[in-house]
Nanobody
Framework: QVQLVESGGGLVQPGGSLRLSCAAS????????AGWYRQAPGKERELVAS???????WYVQSVLGRFTISRDNGKNTVYLHMSSLKPEDTAVYYC?????WGQGTQVTVSS
């Protein structure tokens, strides 16, 4: 059974930074795409960033230039580095690898 464990969420002031990590059990990351979704209260879940097995990257427009997705296949870990955070980035962030989902980690941007 594959498990994805996210970490790195928390409370940060506007303009601050956080790095989310998603550790996968088993060596599934090397051959699969990965991504980060988020869901804010009262809103639909949206794809924030994705990275293919070949390294192709996509970002939703609202995070371009502020968020960076990366992967370390040796550590079976996907990262989302978030900078210049805004209150509207507040959400539960979920990682995905292939069709597997993590449990989510809360990110709150507030002064």
């Amino acid at each position: 059974q594959v498990q994805l464990v996210e970490s790195g969420g928390g409370l940060v002031q506007p303009g601050g930074s956080l790095r989310l990590s998603c550790a996968a059990s088993g060596s599934i990351l090397s051959f699969n795409a990965a991504g980060w979704y988020r869901q804010a209260p009262g809103k639909e879940r949206e794809l924030v960033a994705s990275i293919s097995s070949g390294g192709n990257i996509w970002y939703v427009q609202s995070v371009l230039g502020r968020f960076t997705i990366s992967r370390d296949n040796g550590k079976n870990t996907v990262y989302l580095h978030m900078s210049s955070l805004k209150p509207e980035d507040t959400a539960v962030y979920y990682c995905t690898v292939s069709h597997y989902w993590g449990q989510g980690t809360q990110v709150t941007v507030s002064s």
